[in-house]
């Protein structure tokens, strides 16, 4: 058990709808980080908030957007879904904004149908 | 991003050593090496890193080529539960504070 935790465990949705994913830290982590996992892309980084704030983003797509609140937990907001967003969602946590060890939770798997 | 080579699979023998290669020629001086592994079903889990000298932890080694060109995790007894997808990744010195898994390499345990 990483200490992260993400809920919910498994989302089934119909295209073109909106869906959040929440991520909480470990206690004491400050940066959350987000990653998705699909058969042909992988796994990719998304976006990574450091104390609230967006620190660096990667392959997110605009009609995805995230948030850190200030009792550090995440939400990773997927609107407009397709098909080809069908896949398992990680988040990750560290201690601080820098090189820490990411401690990964054990994923969102979202099917969008 | 930064780039790392990794065979697509491997297979071990039970309570044999296993040595994962990854080779990563465009690194530069102040390029990280870590090694992320990935078990059925789970998110990703940190293994081990290092820069320049060889690391050891509780879990693995890290054997780092004199020229930094390639680097080896080594695995001391395989394990039925170290079977897994090991993942190279190199954290780009100026780059941001995300983990660029590239394919990695499935490691299948034999009993």
């Known amino acids: 058990d990483s200490g992260v935790t993400q809920t919910p465990k498994h989302l089934i949705t119909a295209t073109g709808q909106r869906v959040t994913l929440r991520c909480s830290p470990r206690s004491g982590d400050l940066s959350v980080y987000w990653y998705q996992q699909s058969l042909d892309q992988g796994l990719q980084f998304l976006i990574h908030?450091?104390?609230?704030?967006?620190?660096a983003k990667g392959n997110i797509l605009e009609r995805f957007s995230a948030q850190q609140f200030p009792d550090l937990h995440s939400e990773l907001n997927l609107s407009s879904l397709e098909l080809g967003d069908s896949a398992l969602y990680f988040c990750?946590?560290?201690?601080?904004?820098?090189?820490?060890?990411?401690?990964f939770g054990p994923g969102t798997r979202l099917l969008v149908l | 991003d930064a780039k790392t080579t990794q065979p697509n699979s491997m297979e071990s023998n039970e309570e044999e050593p296993v040595h994962l290669p990854c080779n990563h020629s465009t690194i530069s001086g102040t390029d990280y090496i870590h090694w992320y592994r990935q078990l059925p079903s789970q998110g990703p889990e940190y293994v081990i890193h290092?820069?320049?000298s060889n690391v050891n932890n509780r879990m693995a080694s890290l054997a780092i080529a004199e020229d930094r060109k390639s680097s080896t995790l080594i695995l001391h007894r395989a394990t039925l539960r170290d079977a897994a997808v090991y993942y190279c990744i190199l954290r780009v010195g100026t780059g941001a504070n995300n983990l660029f898994f590239g394919t990695g390499t499935r490691l299948t345990v034999i009993p």
């Open positions: 290092g820069l320049t």
């Open positions: 908030y450091y104390n609230g704030e967006e620190r």
């Open positions: 990750a946590s560290s201690r601080a904004g820098g090189w820490e060890t990411q401690y």
